[in-house]
């Protein structure tokens, strides 16, 4: 027989419920409520919960329709029950505005390998999703011919996100991809461009923006996106440098132009109007797809027969993997420049300035530390 009860101490203003359990323990409750006929639904809740659990007739959804409706009729809201569908799109618009675009693309991507996966079940309750289902889904994503990493940055990266969320509103006890182990992964070893094959790819983009765009690459190690998204304001030619925000991280950077780089603006900066985009026709274009601009420069490889070893074969849902690609520009001699700490700190105060769109005389040591260093990078030769 269940009863309420005020403690006779006075140091809670709530009532307690007393009922007793199927192992004949009795129990005082909190049931956090002053109101004693409010006090006395959630009693009731409780003595019946335990009572079916006693029973041995008890489930989670007949559990939950009990609590749903006593919490309805106290005028509470109900239990927070969302599916796994609804639970991936909450965390998406949460984050959107809040991370970059590619970075939401990449989220959309995870959510529909999972929602295809799981088929019907996508759309019961989040709570029955379960560390079997993580594993299973990771061995089928394995199955259809991904590598280990991309698997593990699908799961790990991605989804573990989207459930970690859903564990700390208290919708999952546990989140099931952080349960599941990873798969182990080998990294795979990149080439770099030599200054000869830099140059015969030139010869096959001359006259274009991939010109430019190569250049670029191999003179400062910017990533394709930040490379085909540079804008004319990024470029100092009155003090040698380079600065835009890096899409991956939103990340201020300033670098030293190349005096091959250099040659090139210059040469076009009579045909611009001193805004919008250095390589208009790469601006806004996604990297990867049929007409990425990933497939793009590798088909101007193709034409300069500049042939990376392949180093993973395609699988059912994966990609080839190359030794040589636009990111081998990253692993070159601009890459073992920018990396230095001392460069970095140097970068962070010039970048401090220059976003106010001044270069102090201060910093004019700073300024020529970093354009020496861009002088490591070896010049094209003139063929």
């Known amino acids: 027989m ?12 709530f009532w307690y419920c007393c009922y007793t359990t199927r192992s004949d323990q009795r129990l005082k409750k909190s049931t956090k409520q002053t109101d004693r006929a409010k006090a006395w ?3 009731v809740a409780m003595a019946t919960a335990e009572g079916s659990i006693a029973a041995g ?38 984050k959107e505005g809040a991370v970059a675009e590619a970075t939401i693309v990449a989220y959309r991507h995870a959510r529909e390998l ?24 990771r061995d089928h994503l394995r199955a259809e011919g991904r590598t280990p990493g991309t698997v593990n ?7 573990t996100g989207a459930f970690e969320s859903a564990r700390k509103e208290g919708l999952i006890d546990y989140n099931p991809f952080v349960a599941v182990n990873a798969l182990k992964s080998k990294a795979v070893a990149k080439d770099v461009f030599s200054p000869e094959q830099v140059v015969r790819l030139l010869q096959v983009a001359r006259g274009t923006d991939w010109e430019g765009a190569i250049l670029a690459g191999y003179t400062s190690g910017m990533r394709l996106q ?10 100092d030619l009155r003090n040698g440098l380079l600065s835009f925000d890096e899409r991956k991280g939103n990340k201020p950077v300033v670098l030293g132009l190349h005096p091959d780089f250099e040659n090139w603006i210059r040469a076009q900066a009579s045909k611009s109007d001193g805004e919008g985009y250095l390589f208009p026709s790469l601006a806004n274009r996604t990297g990867a797809g049929r007409n990425g601009l990933s497939k793009a420069f590798g088909r101007i490889m193709d034409s300069a027969g500049v042939v990376g070893k392949v180093l993973r074969v ?24 920018f990396k230095n700490a001392a460069l970095k700190d140097i970068a962070r105060r010039v970048t401090a300035h220059s976003s106010r769109g001044v270069v102090d005389r201060y910093l004019h040591q700073d300024v020529e530390a970093i354009r020496e260093a861009t002088k490591l990078i070896p010049r094209l030769p003139k063929s």
């Open 114 to 137: 999972l929602l295809e996966f799981l088929g019907p079940r996508a759309d019961l309750p989040v709570r029955g999703l379960k560390k079997q289902d993580a594993a299973a889904f």
């Open 57 to 94: 007739s008890a489930t989670e959804a007949q559990l939950r329709k009990v609590i749903d409706n006593a919490l309805e009729r106290i005028g509470e809201r109900k239990f927070n029950e969302p599916t796994v569908r609804q639970q991936l799109d909450a965390w998406i618009q949460d």
């Open 41 to 43: 639904e959630v009693c």
């Open 153 to 159: 940055t699908l799961l790990k990266k991605y989804l």
């Open 314 to 337: 395609r699988g059912a849902k994966g990609s080839t993997v190359k030794s040589l690609s636009f990111h081998s520009f990253r692993h070159g001699a601009a890459s073992a420049v």
């Open 2 to 13: 269940a009863c309420l009860v005020k403690l006779q101490n006075g140091r809670s203003p």
């Open 226 to 235: 930040d490379v085909s998204n540079l804008r004319w304001e990024s470029v």
